[in-house]
């Protein structure tokens, strides 16, 4: 399974960006699928994930500001980012669990400026 994403950019603080990962070359279905963050320096942390079924959660630090949206007919996952901080700066990875597997998507940098 390969995971294309694309999306970041450089913006100001209070600004939007839409991060999108398109998953390709499985032959099962996908099942969750969602994005991770990693802060310069910090360690890799979760921030939202959409199942199958379209159930999502958040990280607190994201809720009401980050909207996860997936279209399946695409395997496609969309990360809407509003109300952008600068502690939101960092690599964004988006994932797939297909058959109990994990697959990583190769990053797409996010920049944001005070």
């Known amino acids: 399974v390969q995971l294309q994403a694309s999306g970041g950019g450089l913006v100001q603080t209070g600004g939007s960006l839409t991060l999108s990962c398109a998953a390709s070359?499985?032959?099962?279905?996908?099942?969750?699928m969602g994005w991770y963050h990693q802060a310069p320096g910090k360690q890799r942390e979760l921030v939202t994930t959409v199942t199958s079924s379209g159930r999502t959660n958040y990280a607190d630090s994201v809720k009401g500001r980050f909207t996860i949206s997936r279209d399946n007919a695409k395997n496609t996952v969309y990360l809407q980012m509003n109300s952008l901080k600068p502690e939101d700066t960092g690599i964004y990875y988006c994932y797939v669990f297909v058959s109990a597997m994990m697959y990583w998507g190769q990053g797409t940098l996010v920049t944001v400026s005070s």
């Open positions: 070359g499985s032959r099962f279905s996908i099942n969750a």
